[in-house]
């Protein structure tokens, strides 16, 4: 069993930053973010390997967001930069133990961008 604790959302103007941190109750295999909308379907977002640090985003935020992790920690950052409208919504983390493995889910920050 994982507990994950997500924070950092808030309210932005387009083209600013925020943070989010997620901490695990215990090293995992990878963690990762995924958002949803009101009225859209959850989207992976990034995701990062434990071990090895391999990245993955989704292609809408390439250059503009960065996924890292500090091992000491048991934490995910999600590093969001020149934001957009488009990227309003609640962001959750999530974790797995192995590869192809069951996800355990953090409870969700809000990000909301104003234009």
């Known amino acids: 069993q994982v507990q994950l604790v997500e924070s950092g959302g808030g309210l932005v103007q387009v083209g600013d930053s925020l943070r989010l941190s997620c901490t695990a109750s215990?090293?995992?295999?990878?963690m990762g973010w995924f958002r949803q909308a009101p009225g859209k379907e959850r989207e992976s977002v990034a995701a990062i390997t434990w071990n090895a640090g391999t990245t993955s985003y989704l292609d809408s935020v390439k250059g503009r967001f960065t996924i890292s992790r500090d091992i000491a920690k048991n934490t995910v950052y999600l590093q969001m930069n020149s934001l957009k409208p488009e990227d309003t919504a609640l962001y959750y983390c999530a974790g797995r133990l192995v590869p192809g493995g069951n996800f355990y889910w953090g409870q969700g920050t809000q990000v909301t961008v104003s234009s």
């Open positions: 215990r090293r995992t295999f990878s």
